[in-house]
Structures are given as C-alpha cells and as structure tokens.
C-alpha cells in the first residue's frame, strides 16, 4: 500500500510488562480529515487513514447513490484542502440530499438508506473452494500492513474467480474500507460479478448494502454478521460468511490468545458458492 504521506506515526508510551511500567515506543495510525466537495458544495467530510483517498471518494460516492459509475464523475482532485469532485448529474448535492433519507450506522457515522427493494439480486456463476476463502484471509492479513504495524485499522481485499489478488485496502473505518474497494473497482472497470472479497468488518445491513449495489457476490469476514445483513444477503442472493478462522490461526481474547486447531466458518446466506 503506498501513501504520499506516513500512514502511521511513533509515539511514546508506557507499556505495563511483569508488572511495571516501562518506556516504550509503539507505532500509532494516522487519522486525517477529508472534506468531500462535490461541484461545489461540501458534501461531507470523511475521517480517513491516509491512503487511496481518490478510491474512497469514488466507492462513497457510489455508495451513496450519487453516481452509478465512475463515468459520471468529470473532474476528481485531492488537495491538502480535501477531494473535490465535479460530477455530471443535473441535480445538485444539496437536493439530492434533502431526498435522501439517512441513518446513524453501527459504526456511529451517517449513511444513506436504501430501500432493500430497490436493491439488484446479483447474477452470477461464481463458485469458490473453501481453502480459497481461507487462502484469501490469510493474504489479507499478509498483506495488510498497516494492521501488522499499527493493529488500529480494519482491511478488506478483493479477489477474482482465479484467486488472483486484485486489491488491498486499509482504513480506521470498516466502511472506508468498503469504499475503497468498490472505488478502485469502478476506477479500473472491473466486472465485480466475477469477484469476492474479504474483510475484517462486521457485516451489519449498511455494509452489505454497498456490497450488493457494487454487485460483488461473495463477501466472507472474519467476525460477526448482523440479521438484517444476512436479510440483505438473501434477498440479493449475496453469500455471506462469518468467523472465519483458518486452523493455526490466533485471536486475541481478553484473557487470553485462543489458537484454531481447525479450521472455521459460518455460511449464512448463498451457501451454493462454496466447494
């Protein structure tokens, strides 16, 4: 993952160790404001780790229902002063929000509510070997390195039918991740039929939402999954996987660090996908 700017920074701390306190650095993520204006209207602004921010802008704005591809968008820039976007629609921002019915998320932003009736029921023939889902959460967390420096940030990655790696991406926020992913599909025209991913989100309604709008079929995490997420799932004929552990892997509990002896997942909706 590359960034024009550190996406961590060191600080010092105290670290209790057989009990004492002792000096210590640790590496801490950066978190940067990022004011979206769109043709020339604030739209929001988005607390973000810094990277792939011209992606975020992209998957935010589809997410919201402000774009239906990255063809909409005629002019994206990322300043110091934030993202400005000027977009080809007839209507402006301000009216389209005052149409738009909004709702406080599980993870305490705003998101744009989406009747599930209008939401696409996804076509498509994909069919993934289990070991290929714990193949792709293994190289998420190899990859992710922004976690293995900071462990302050959720990932996500996407993969095609073939396994090939298609994208990583890292942010403080799970939805940022989300938006990431789907930008940088819409930015490099990828057909997300022929895709999965994998996050270390929870998959609450909002996030499977997104994931149904950009028509990826597949999304496996290595946490919980909500029941109106596995409603949305359903209804769109989404497969989606929760608790994903490989064996040999390690979760660290309060008290104590609990390694999988074999391996684990949960199946909740689109179980046909899976060999």
Same mark, same amino acid.
Do not use: W
């Given at each position: ?28 993520v ?6 979206? $204006? ?11 780790a810094?990277s ?8 935010y ?8 591809n ?5 002019k ?36 744009? $509510? ?14 993934i070997?289990r070991?290929d889902?714990?193949?792709a959460? &293994? ?7 922004? $976690? ?34 789907? %930008?940088?599909?819409?930015? &490099? &025209?990828?057909d997300?039929? %022929? ?6 989100g ?8 997104k994931i ?20 949305i %799932? ?7 996987i ?5 064996? %040999? ?16 997942m949960?199946?909740?909706?689109g179980a046909?996908?899976?060999l």
């Open positions: 993952m590359t960034s024009e700017i550190p996406a961590a920074k060191t600080f010092k701390v105290k670290i209790l160790e057989d009990g004492k306190f002792l000096s210590a650095e640790t590496s801490v950066i978190e940067k404001d990022l004011p979206i $204006y769109v043709n020339g209207e604030h739209l929001a602004t988005a607390s973000v810094p792939m921010e011209k992606e975020l802008v992209v998957g704005l589809f997410g919201q229902g402000f774009i239906e990255a063809g909409e968008i005629t994206l820039e990322i300043t110091e002063k934030g993202a400005t976007a000027i977009l080809s629609m007839t209507d402006t921002p301000a009216n389209r929000q005052a149409k738009t019915s909004y709702r406080i998320v599980s993870g305490g932003g705003r998101t744009a $509510y989406f009747e599930t009736s209008t939401l696409p029921r996804i076509k498509s023939g994909l069919k070997a070991e889902i714990f193949r959460m &293994n190289l998420l967390f190899e990859k992710a390195s922004l $976690y293995g420096e900071t462990g302050g940030v959720h990932s996500a990655a996407l993969f095609d039918s073939g396994m090939n790696l298609l994208c990583v991406v890292e942010d403080i926020g799970r939805h940022n991740t989300l938006d990431k992913l789907i %930008g940088f599909a819409l930015l &490099n &025209n990828i997300c039929a %022929g895709t999965f991913m994998v996050s270390t929870r998959m609450a309604s909002e996030m499977v939402t149904a709008r950009a028509g990826i079929p597949l999304v496996a995490t290595k946490t919980a999954v909500t029941d109106r997420g596995i409603e %799932g359903e209804k769109c004929r989404i497969t989606v929760g608790f994903v552990r490989d064996a %040999g892997s390690k979760m660290l509990t309060d008290m104590e660090v609990r390694v999988f002896r074999k391996a684990e949960k199946i909740y909706s046909h996908r899976v």
